[in-house]
Each structure stands twice: as C-alpha cells, then as structure tokens.
C-alpha cells in the first residue's frame, strides 16, 4: 500500500508540474492531462501591420527527461528568410508530460 501511495504521489508531482518553465505576458489555462494552444510572446506593440511572412524554431522534451532543439529568434527568422522581426508568438504542446514542444513563430519581413 506505501508502494502504491508513493507512485501516486511522484506521478501527482510530475502531472502538476510539467510545463512550468515557460513564463509569457500571456499564458492561456492548461489543461492537466493535454495542452495545445498559441498566444503572443510579448505584449508591447506600437500599432505595426500584422506581418503575413514568418518562421518558427522549436524544442521538444521527451517524458521530462530529455530536451533538445533550437528555439531562438534567431532561427525562427533564418527558417522564416526573415531579416526583420516585427513580433513573435509561441505556440505549446503538451501531453501529460510525456512529449512537450514549445514553437517560438517570428513575424516580419
């Protein structure tokens, strides 16, 4: 019975605390079990046009054990052909904390 109460405990403490690493001006609720949503990465704009050209540049962690990739502006805008970035949003995927992917998409020129 200890055994079985100590796996519940750890999977409650991985379940609730997957997904805190990335803190935004805006975060939309997340759902405990699957999260899949986008939202602005920053929230000071001074009325620029929405830009139709972007790029993105994603990271992945695997059952919160490994994480990879490169998210940086810098290679969301070499992905995108950007030379000017006039603002980014973020994009989040994730499904219990087996498989997240965090997606920074920059919009310019």
């Known amino acids: 019975m200890r055994k079985l109460m100590l796996v519940v405990a750890v999977c409650g403490v991985l379940l609730f605390s997957t997904g805190c690493a990335y803190r935004t001006p805006v975060m939309p609720p997340a759902g405990a079990f699957f999260s899949n949503y986008k939202a602005p990465l920053g929230s000071e704009y001074t ?5 139709t050209e972007q790029g993105e540049a994603s990271s992945f962690s695997v059952l919160c054990l490994f994480a990879f990739g490169d998210c940086s502006l810098e290679a969301a805008a070499k992905e995108g052909g950007l030379s000017t970035i006039t603002h980014c949003d973020y994009s989040y995927l994730n499904v219990m ?3 997240q992917k965090f997606t920074i998409i920059a919009h310019g020129r």
């Open 47 to 51: 009325g620029q046009s929405v830009e």
């Open 97 to 99: 904390g087996l498989f």
